[in-house]
């Protein structure tokens, strides 16, 4: 079991900056490929981006590449997601999740664990 607590959201104004932590409870986070998710009301739950156990590698959906960055330390248990140049769509709550594998992949049925949740509002 892996227990997954985020931390960082808050309300930020367009152009501004927020980073995301999520913590994990379990010893062998390295085993886990980590990704950040988001939901906006009314909308499906969406991938942001996603890092290999390693942390050798990293993807981006289309909307933010260029603006985030997602990074994590293995031996804090500990995955990030610095947030850059955000704009008024980027308004959701943003998910950590955990999978048991090597590869971050998009599909969010292919993850195990997730955080509970974190709300980042960007107002125009």
């Known amino acids: 079991q892996v227990q997954l607590v985020e931390s960082g959201g808050g309300l930020v104004q367009a152009g501004g900056s927020l980073r995301l932590s999520c913590a994990a409870s379990?010893?062998?986070?390295?085993?886990?490929?980590m990704a950040w998710f988001r939901q906006a009301p009314g909308k499906e739950r969406e991938f942001v981006a996603g890092?290999?156990?390693?942390?050798?590698?990293?993807y981006y959906a289309d909307s933010v590449k260029g603006r985030f960055t997602i990074s994590r330390d293995n031996a804090k248990n500990t995955v990030y997601l610095q947030m850059n140049s955000l704009k008024p769509e980027d308004t959701a709550v943003y998910y950590c999740?955990?999978?048991?594998?090597?590869?971050?992949?998009?599909?969010?049925?292919?993850?195990?664990?997730w955080g509970q949740g974190t709300q980042v509002t960007v107002s125009s």
């Open positions: 999740a955990a999978r048991n594998g090597v590869i971050a992949t998009m599909d969010v049925y292919e993850y195990d664990y």
């Open positions: 379990r010893r062998t986070f390295s085993n886990y490929a």
């Open positions: 890092i290999r156990w390693s942390g050798g590698s990293s």
